[in-house]
């Protein structure tokens, strides 16, 4: 059990840096720095599993009853955190929706095609990664500054499809572009990302929980098992 939750430690911190690193690429969209408080905690619990399955370690191989008394503490401390996470997460996988439907359509105004504003980046990025174009539809950029100022009635090129040639974005091509929009997948992929932590939370609080029986075990036999305490004390002094 020590060395599952060692290794549930390192699941933990991985997912939790996951979540970090994706919401980088998507922040411009979503306004609320909150959301990755689930993720913020995720990575703690990883922190602190680590520690725990140390202090298990050398509990385990002393048949320390105090060692193992924090052991289970903690792992419950752990437990009920877990749980914060999940139902924070599901409080705000639910405030994805209306955090991006605020937010996309300022990000799509601060377009103006270069590589060195970050907008303009994140736009291109998420429209080529999730192979969509504009808001809703393609027909979107119509309304936006860089439109009206470029007067060459294309898109981006990140708008077009990758199995296209030549592709230069011009509206007169629409079959050149992605017809989807991309503020629905937007959300969808945030909350993927979202649920993501809250399976990872579920599945590792009831990891816990199979630590905190464990310990809950070993300390009863040391309790009601005189036989097994003598045992314990005849291989300490061997």
């Given at each position: 059990m020590k060395y599952c939750i060692t290794a549930a430690a390192g699941i933990l911190c991985y997912i939790g840096a996951y979540v970090f690193i994706t919401y980088d690429d998507y922040d411009h969209f979503f306004e609320d720095v909150y959301t990755l408080i689930p993720a913020s905690i995720i990575i703690a619990v990883g922190t602190l599993l680590f520690i725990i399955g140390l202090i298990g370690c050398c509990a385990t191989i002393r048949e320390s009853s105090?060692?193992?008394t924090a052991f289970a503490v903690i792992l419950l401390l752990v437990?009920?955190?877990?749980?914060?996470?999940?139902?924070?997460g599901y409080i705000y996988r639910a405030r994805v929706e209306?955090?991006?439907?605020?937010?996309?359509?300022?990000?799509?105004?601060?377009?103006?095609?270069?590589?060195?504003?970050?907008?303009?980046?994140?736009?291109?990025?998420?429209?080529?990664?999730?192979h969509c174009c504009g808001i809703h539809n393609y027909s979107d950029w119509r309304?936006?500054?860089w439109f009206k100022e470029s007067r060459n009635n294309s898109v981006p090129v990140s708008c077009c499809k990758p199995n296209i040639s030549n592709c230069t974005g011009t509206m007169s091509r629409p079959g050149d572009l992605y017809p989807e929009g991309c503020e629905a997948l937007?959300?969808?992929?945030?909350?993927?990302?979202?649920?993501?932590?809250?399976?990872?939370?579920?599945?590792?609080?009831?990891?816990q929980m199979l630590g905190m029986l464990?310990?809950?075990?070993?300390?009863?036999?040391?309790?009601?098992?005189?036989?097994?305490?003598?045992?314990?004390?005849?291989?300490?002094?061997?």
């Open positions: 105090c060692g193992l437990f009920v955190t877990e749980v914060v996470v999940v139902v924070i209306d955090q991006v439907n605020h937010s996309i359509q300022k990000v799509y105004d601060e377009y103006n095609g270069t590589n060195t504003d970050a907008p303009s980046r994140a736009i291109d990025y998420v429209q080529r990664q999730l309304n936006t500054r937007v959300v969808k992929k945030l909350k993927e990302i979202m649920m993501y932590v809250i399976w990872a939370a579920l599945t590792f609080a009831a990891i464990c310990a809950c075990v070993v300390l009863c036999r040391r309790g009601h098992d005189p036989a097994y305490e003598l045992l314990v004390t005849g291989a300490t002094y061997a």
